[in-house]
């Protein structure tokens, strides 16, 4: 089965940086796309950034500029680079996958189990 594990979280003070990993390991077929999102407490699940398998890239509007999503297609695994981090990005960051396990398989949505960012002084 497909498994996805993050990794990279954890307390990091206001203006500093985190880099965020996620891999897949298991049956896959070709992946159509991959993203992180955030939730904060008490609020929606959000987009942080993703990218497709034409490699086009999307950013919330509050990140812009400073987080970059970049990915290694051939290890399965997407990366989050977050710089001048702000105590607004305290969330749990998951990640997640649009893959296909064979030739006959449409697709489905993979996601990992959340990894915590806190960013405080």
């Known amino acids: 089965q497909v498994q996805l594990v993050e990794s990279g979280g954890g307390l990091v003070q206001p203006g500093g940086s985190l880099r965020l990993s996620c891999a897949a390991s298991?049956?896959?077929?070709?992946?159509?796309?991959m993203g992180w999102y955030r939730q904060a407490p008490g609020k929606q699940r959000e987009l942080v950034a993703g990218?497709?398998?034409?490699?086009?890239?999307n950013y919330a509007n509050s990140v812009k500029g400073r987080f970059t999503i970049s990915r290694d297609n051939a290890k399965n695994t997407v990366y989050l680079q977050m710089n001048s981090l702000k105590s607004e990005d305290t969330a749990v960051y998951y990640c997640?996958?649009?893959?296909?396990?064979?030739?006959?398989?449409?697709?489905?949505?993979?996601w990992g189990k959340g990894t915590l960012v806190t960013v405080s002084s």
């Open positions: 997640y996958f649009h893959l296909r396990t064979s030739y006959y398989d449409g697709g489905m949505d993979y």
């Open positions: 298991g049956s896959i077929f070709g992946i159509t796309a």
């Open positions: 990218v497709s398998s034409d490699d086009i890239t």
